[in-house]
């Protein structure tokens, strides 16, 4: 095998009331946080999985930042891979604009789904059911955190079935208005790994989150208060 199989499911999305950006991916790899996601604020949002390809995410967010559209990078990072029929790719712009890959020659069940400002995907999966329930749940959550929302998706693909060779890692990524994420947990190799990220995600919603809103900015310095 020619690279890195990441087998896995995933949310890509924007928020439509706040303009987050945002990933959360699952898979039976360890560490599919280091390599799957990319996001970038203001300028959007990407994961690269399957047969993953990380300059698809590093690239596609370079060439994002430049004007050109989901779907022209998606054109010109897969024009010139010879491997690009193994690969699984999904991206979200800052304005919400949408694209989606997945090659045929992917493991099956494969596929994507896109939604209004999300794209949900996933290969390698027991069927079809796992990226309906999670575009289903994200759909219905709108009124949510945009995080809790993200997460509420993951773990309805999770309870669908999702990677069909078992569990072992999970994360969320999630940009707002700075530099720096709002967002980045990430659980590493865990027996039920999205239900970890989630116990994680609370203990930081008490831990951590609430600092968040005291850490530099480039209009403001350590402390100050908007």
């Keep these: 095998m020619n690279g890195l199989e990441l087998n896995t499911f995933s ?15 699952s898979t039976a790899r360890p560490a599919v946080g280091g390599l799957a996601p990319y996001v970038k604020a203001g300028v959007g949002a ?9 300059y698809y995410g590093i690239d596609g967010l ?14 010109q990072v897969t024009s010139k891979d010879e491997e690009k029929e193994r690969r699984q790719l999904a991206i979200v712009d800052h304005t919400g604009n949408t694209a989606g890959f997945t090659g045929n020659d992917t493991v099956p069940w494969a596929g994507h789904y896109v939604g209004d400002q999300f794209v949900v995907a996933g290969n390698m999966l027991v069927g079809e059911a796992t990226i309906a329930a999670m575009a289903e749940a994200f759909e219905a959550c709108f009124d949510k955190y945009f995080p ?7 773990q309805a693909g999770q309870n669908a079935g999702g990677d069909k060779r078992g ?16 967002v980045d947990i990430r659980v590493d190799e865990h027996a039920t790994p999205v239900e970890e990220l989630h116990r994680v995600f609370e203990v930081c919603q008490t831990d951590l989150f609430p600092y968040l809103n005291k850490m530099p900015t480039r209009s403001k310095k350590a402390g100050e208060q908007d």
């Excluded at 990407?46 to 990380?54: G, H």
């Excluded at 370079?62 to 054109?75: D, I, M, Q, Y």
């Excluded at 994360?171 to 994420?181: G, I, K």
């Design 46 to 54: 990407i994961s690269t999985q399957a047969l993953v390809n990380p």
């Design 11 to 25: 949310i890509t999305a924007r928020c439509k009331k706040t303009g987050m950006l945002g990933v959360a991916i």
């Design 167 to 182: 569990k072992q890692s999970a994360a969320l990524y999630v940009v707002h208005e700075q530099e720096y994420p709002i």
């Design 62 to 75: 370079k060439l994002l930042g430049e004007g050109l559209s989901p779907e022209e990078v998606l054109s």
């Design 148 to 154: 809790e929302q993200l997460l509420g998706a993951l």
